[in-house]
């Protein structure tokens, strides 16, 4: 079990929560000395390494604003789990890809955590929000966010989050015998085959946000 957090330990995970919720980054060492009114940047690092010690984020190294907030962080300071938005979707054509479009992090309600499965695959998930409506037949309408798991396994009428060359979009994938498409969920729109080498997936959609009451 994680050791108790001082009250500094605490208020500096508050101010990295706060980073991300507000700018979509954590803070660098520098903004945290800010934040802190401390003039050491070993007074930082300190609070960081013993954070990371209990479990309450994880660095990346090499990166100034490498920080994420573990579960056992986000319980020490009782705030909603923050997951990466990147950018939109298209249900309907395909729109400009979401992969150089991160644009913010977003709250997730406490019980979505408790899934195992969802629990399982936390490091390889974010959300994206939907534009279009070729996927209304199955509840997911314009405006709706996704939560997306990475992954290279699909299997046949998995949603996917699809793209090609600078394009993205959502739809249900089938494989069909010989045949491979992207099927949308609305009568007005025609499949896509799926051509290897020009379509590529980039993770499977298991959970519209938006839904969730």
């Known amino acids: 079990m994680s050791a108790k957090l001082t009250s500094n330990q605490k208020r500096?995970?508050?101010?990295?929560?706060?980073?991300l919720e507000v700018s979509g980054f954590p803070p660098t060492i520098a903004d945290l000395k800010v934040e802190l009114g401390v003039s050491?940047?070993?007074?930082?690092?300190n609070h960081l390494k013993a954070l990371e010690k209990k479990e309450c984020i994880k660095r990346e190294e090499g990166?100034?604003?490498g920080i994420r907030i573990l579960p056992f962080g986000y319980k020490e300071i009782e705030r909603e789990p923050l997951?990466?938005?990147?950018?939109?979707?298209?249900?309907?054509?395909y729109l400009e890809s979401y992969a150089d479009a991160f644009s913010c992090w977003m709250p997730l309600q406490k019980g979505i955590l408790q899934n195992e499965q969802i629990r399982r695959c936390e490091d390889g998930l974010f959300a994206i929000q939907v534009h279009g409506d070729s996927m209304i037949n199955v509840g997911i309408d314009d405006g709706d966010y996704l939560l997306v798991k990475k992954t290279d396994e699909f299997k046949s009428n998995d949603i996917v989050v699809a793209r090609r060359e600078s394009e993205?979009?959502?739809?249900r994938f089938i494989a069909d015998g010989g045949k491979r498409y992207l099927k949308p969920e609305n009568p007005?729109?025609?499949?896509?085959?799926?051509?290897p080498g020009e379509i590529f997936f980039d993770g499977k959609v298991?959970?519209?946000?938006?839904?969730?009451?």
């Open 168 to 171: 993205t979009t959502v739809k």
């Open 63 to 65: 990166q100034a604003r």
């Open 83 to 93: 997951i990466k938005v990147l950018g939109t979707g298209a249900a309907g054509p």
């Open 12 to 19: 500096v995970l508050e101010i990295i929560y706060t980073y």
């Open 188 to 195: 007005n729109y025609e499949n896509i085959p799926i051509i």
């Open 40 to 45: 050491s940047n070993q007074a930082v690092l």
């Open 206 to 213: 298991i959970l519209n946000l938006s839904k969730i009451k």
